[in-house]
């Protein structure tokens, strides 16, 4: 049986047409979770580590909001755009070491 987080996930997915795509951890690179479309399709996906944990729901939400929000700025205020979504939508208190951390490691990224 899915879990409430999974379940959350998988609703607003479908809302906002994006496929969601779970992998094992050991799969994913040091951000852990991705946000992409494919440009022939125009399908929207996110790959996200398997949905158990309040963590895992963080970080999905956090990728759908990229699709939510769109691609049209740079990294750092797409980035700030896709959490305030994800808090505005989130119906579980997000996590908020995590999205502190992934702040910080994007941070790393952009210089
Ligand atoms: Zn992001």
Redesign the pocket.
């Known amino acids: 049986m899915k879990n409430k987080y999974e379940l959350h996930i998988r609703t607003i997915a479908l809302q906002h047409d994006v496929k969601v795509v779970q992998v094992n951890r050991r799969y994913l690179d040091v951000r852990g979770s991705c946000a992409f479309m494919d440009h022939d399709t125009g399908a929207r996906y996110i790959v996200v580590p398997n949905i158990r944990t309040l963590q895992d729901y963080t970080a999905a939400l956090?990728e759908i909001g990229?699709h939510a929000t769109g691609w049209n700025s740079e990294r750092s205020t797409r980035?700030r755009r896709?959490w305030a979504w994800a808090r505005y939508n989130a119906i579980y208190p997000l996590d908020k070491r995590l999205e502190r951390n992934a702040r910080a490691s994007h941070r790393r990224f952009d210089k």
Request: zero cysteines.
């Open positions: 956090h990229h980035e896709a």
